[in-house]
Each structure stands twice: as structure tokens, then as C-alpha cells.
């Protein structure tokens, strides 16, 4: 079976650019969660899809939305991007919201110049 | 709120010798504790959680984790690393209210031939 997998893997955007990242889940997962690598740190949560609704969200600016499609893919969005958005981007997903791991793609690595 | 703290930057030991990564937590709940691995430029593995039950988990690649409540303490544990060990650790928590996990900072692992 195919892991997660994330489109684009490397992306270079200049500030105030706009930015969309794409996520297709494990089939039949349905609980999609979008997490911020910067580098030399831990992943930040970003916001957490299940069944197509928004179930929680990070501590990050309003630049940032996200939705998830009838098919359980989902993508992240980032207006009016900063030099602090370089990061490492990173989809999950899982079976349930529950005690499940969440599985993760191998994220698509974001440069602002 | 849920925090993790794992208190070593880097952690390193010989090929051969038994290897201890520490992570400490603090949850409102009760605690759903993990621990990932990442290689360079990849996503998180999963290792192995602990939910409930017997203290001592074991996971993938003959890695073991020890739960503490007393101590709010997850750390993982191997009999005898490998210079193939040699990456990213990150321990998470998630308890009953969250919808998200909460990474720790990481641990550098280098296992010396």
C-alpha cells in the first residue's frame, strides 16, 4: 500500500507569494493533520482534518487555511508568505482520531526568499 | 495544556551498547505517549505508543519504551544500538481532550562505529 504522499517536495516562493501544498492520505485513513518543521526543531501542529471538517487548529496566523476533499486528500494554503514560513511541511494521516499513530508523508520543503 | 520535554540535544553512544533516550511529559489527562524517528530529508516514523497496560512497550527495529507515571517519563530504550540508529527522535503526547499531538524538541542520536 502507498504511504502518505505530499506534492510538491521542495518549493521556492519570494515573500508575499501565495503557497499550496497537497496531501493524499493512507487509503482509508481519514483523519489528515498538517504539521510546521523548522528546522532543529519539533513539528508544530497546524491544523487537523476528519471527514472533511476542521477538528482543531495550531496557534498560527489567519495566512494559514487548509480544507480536505471528498476523497480524504487535502491541501494547505499560505497567503502573503513571510521569510519565517521556511519550513519543512508535513501531512499525516490516520485511522481514526483517536489513539491511532499518525503516519507521516516525507513533507514538502518550503523556501521564502 | 500538553507539553513533552526531552532533554538532551544529543545523545550519542557506541556501536554495540545499550542506548536510553529520555523524554518527560505533562498532560491534563490521561497521556497516549509516542515516539518517531526521522532520517534527513524524510517524515517521521513511527516507533511505537503506549496506550495502556503493561509499562514496557516494545516497538519496531528492537526498540523498547519504559512508562513511568510517577515520573511522567516515556524513554526509549535499545539493548544494543546501531550505527543505523543514528537520527532524529521525537517523543509526542496526545491525552483524552486533544485532537493533536504535541512533539517534543528532539534528540540527536549518533551511534560511533
Known sequence: ?113 | AQSVAQPEDQVNVAEGNPLTVKCTYSVSGNPYLFWYVQYPNRGLQFLLKYITGDNLVKGSYGFEAEFNKSQTSFHLKKPSALVSDSALYFCAVRDDYGQNFVFGPGTRLSVLP
Open chain 1, 1 to 113: 500500500d502507498a504511504g502518505v504522499t505530499q506534492s510538491p517536495t521542495h518549493l521556492i516562493k519570494t515573500r508575499g507569494q501565495h503557497v499550496t501544498l497537497r496531501c493524499s492520505p493512507i487509503s482509508g485513513h481519514k483523519s489528515v493533520s498538517w504539521y510546521q518543521q523548522v528546522l532543529g526543531q519539533g513539528p508544530q501542529f497546524i491544523f487537523q482534518y476528519y471527514e472533511k471538517e476542521e477538528r482543531g487548529r495550531g496557534n498560527f496566523p489567519d495566512r494559514f487555511s487548509a480544507r480536505q476533499f471528498p476523497n480524504y486528500s487535502s491541501e494547505l494554503n499560505v497567503n502573503a508568505l513571510l521569510l519565517g514560513d521556511s519550513a519543512l511541511y508535513l501531512c499525516a494521516s490516520s485511522l481514526v482520531t483517536g489513539n491511532s499513530p499518525l503516519h507521516f508523508g516525507n513533507g514538502t520543503r518550503l523556501t521564502v526568499t
